[in-house]
């Protein structure tokens, strides 16, 4: 069974704080991995997807690395307006195509 | 271009009754997912359609049922309501199974469903 583990469960920065998000996951066999963006109240907003390990991607303060074992979501010099909660899923390789979805960090950043 | 759009926002229903919620897909795309999310919970797969049948399901009991129209838009129904069935129902759209070549999903923004 694919598992996804997302850590920590929630973070507070200071604006200018940077810091990173893990997701951990274990599947038989990866065909991508997802990073989505989430609102209150509102449905997630895709940002990244990643395919290998060694495979980076970079949206304005984030950026998405992935080993074999994990990816990592870094925010550099994070703004208040990126406070949301950020969630990681894995496509596993097969007949299936849907992506389980771990929990989630919460991510607060003070002004 | 219009994205996912989900009715309604917002519902209190009361234990044992049923409830339809309702989904148009982003213009183009021709398959629906639908998902359960609990407060503080990542989303839980329930059900995908697409040419109008049931393709994969996720572990959900029966009373979760769907369907999926013509115009590709998706109605989610769910029978004899339980406390636990309160949360945010999320819909996804993509274009055919596979999805994009990104694998990207596009969300609406949810129907809050309070079960009393």
């Known amino acids: 069974e694919d598992q996804v583990t997302q850590s920590p469960e929630a973070l507070r920065l200071q604006e200018g704080e940077s810091s990173s998000l893990n997701c951990s996951y274990t599947?038989?066999?990866?065909?991508?991995l997802f990073w989505y963006r989430q609102d209150p109240g509102k449905g997630p907003e895709f940002l990244f997807t990643?395919?290998?390990a060694g495979e980076e991607k970079e949206k304005e303060r984030l950026k998405a690395t992935l080993t074999k074992k994990e990816s990592f979501l870094h925010i550099t010099a994070p703004k208040p307006e990126d406070s949301a909660t950020y969630l990681c899923?894995?496509?596993?390789?097969?007949?299936?195509?849907?992506?389980?979805f771990g929990r989630g960090t919460s991510l607060i950043v003070h002004p | 271009d219009a994205g996912v759009t989900q009715s309604p926002t917002h519902l209190i229903k009361t234990r044992g009754q049923q409830v339809t919620l309702r989904c148009s897909p982003k213009?183009?795309?021709?398959?629906v997912s639908w998902y359960q999310q609990a407060l503080g919970q990542g989303p839980q797969f329930i059900f995908q359609y697409y040419e109008e049948e049931e393709r994969q399901r996720g572990n959900f009991p029966d009373r979760f049922s769907g369907h999926q129209f013509p115009n590709y838009s998706s109605e989610l129904n769910v029978n004899a309501l339980l406390l636990g069935d309160s949360a945010l129902y999320l819909c996804a759209s993509s274009w055919g199974l596979a999805g994009s070549s990104t694998g990207e999903l596009f969300f609406g923004e949810g129907s809050r469903l309070t079960v009393l």
């Open positions: 599947v038989s066999g990866l065909r991508g």
């Open positions: 213009s183009g795309h021709d398959t």
């Open positions: 899923a894995v496509q596993a390789t097969g007949g299936s195509y849907i992506p389980t």
């Open positions: 990643l395919y290998s």
